[in-house]
């Protein structure tokens, strides 16, 4: 009988081996002929710009052509969908920012669930986010801030670049935490947004740094700290909300890289670990720095626990606010 257990924890042993000798054998070939990564939003913004620099330094390493795909429209629903819905073969990517992954969900129905339909490969980069002020605005800090929507009876106005955007839920989880009345005014983009506050047609607003920076550079606006979870390269002296008494806060834009759900894990890492690679060379890390990001390569169970954590946070941040998109 002893002989007999043995006989079959090794057959077993061997049965599972060459289960996975095709999978690591799949993996060092890869890839065998084009692949394409998905850019769902307008050519010239973040994503597009991460797009493009993947594109040409993996086209070389691999021997292959990566094609980007610029696929626009429905706030990245479009090109999100596409992944989704594309054969798990390891040769189509997308590149995708908070909202088609794990804020519009919560608004309407989807023709994709990020969560089940995409393979979280890696997160790509941070969008450096900050509060800034009109300088007749008086307050230098976060807690100056709050203390002032506190003291005010209609509450303050924030400019941010859209109902239910990023930078609008970032408003709505600090009024939440500090319990400062503060009432979010939407514009079409981040520019317009951006302009509001100068012009000072709002207290405060919420948008990209670089948007902000040349504004800032005029002594249009001042910026009061970034809503991140460390301070960006670009701007090191400007603290975290954070650190300026909300140890809790964060809402980072970002930018992360999906696969169609079922792609072979092997493959998944093997582009995980390219991906970062290039993320952090020196040549990869200046390129994305300067296109006003900040490089943040990880795994894919990262980037999978990540996600849920925005989901939900995103989605108690909705409810409690009681958000409405037309």
Not at 62 to 76: F, I, L, M, N, Y
Not at 239 to 258: K, L, N
Request: aromatic share 6%; glycine share 8%.
């Amino acid at each position: 009988m002893s002989h007999r257990r043995s006989f079959c924890v090794r057959a077993a042993a061997a049965a599972a081996c060459l289960t996975l000798v095709p999978m690591a054998a799949l993996a060092q070939s890869y890839p065998e002929r084009p692949l394409r990564l998905i850019a769902p939003f307008p050519p010239g913004g973040s994503v597009d710009q991460l797009a493009r620099l993947l594109s040409a330094k993996l086209a070389p390493q691999w021997k292959q052509s990566v094609v980007v795909e610029s696929r626009p429209g429905a706030a990245g629903a479009i090109g999100v969908e596409m992944a989704a819905k594309a054969a798990p073969d390891g040769y189509t990517f997308v590149l995708s920012s908070p909202g088609a992954i794990a804020i519009n969900q919560h608004f309407r129905k989807m023709p994709y669930d990020a969560a089940r339909d995409l393979a979280p490969v890696t997160m790509i980069a941070t969008i450096p986010t900050a509060i800034a002020v009109h300088p007749s605005v008086p307050v230098q800090t976060v807690a100056d801030l709050v203390a002032l929507g506190k003291g005010s009876r209609q509450g303050l106005l924030y400019s941010v670049s859209g109902t239910g955007s990023q930078t609008h839920l970032a408003g709505e989880l600090l009024a939440s935490m500090s319990g400062a009345k503060m009432n979010a005014v939407a514009y079409k983009g981040t520019a317009p947004a951006a302009l509001a506050i100068a012009s000072g047609e709002v207290n405060f607003g919420i948008s990209d740094l670089t948007t902000l920076m040349p504004l800032v550079q005029d002594r249009r606006l001042r910026i009061l700290a970034v809503v991140d979870a460390k301070r960006p390269t670009s701007a090191p002296d400007v603290p975290t909300v954070a650190e300026s008494g909300y140890p809790d806060y964060v809402a980072s834009g970002w930018v992360a890289m999906f696969a169609p759900a079922g792609t072979p894990p092997d493959i998944v890492r093997k582009v995980s670990q390219d991906v970062g690679r290039i993320l952090n060379s020196p040549e990869g890390r200046q390129a994305v720095i300067q296109g006003g990001m900040e490089p943040a390569p990880g795994t894919p169970e990262a980037l999978r626990a990540f996600v849920a954590a925005e989901i939900d946070k995103w989605g108690r941040v909705i409810k409690s606010a009681n958000i409405k998109v037309e």
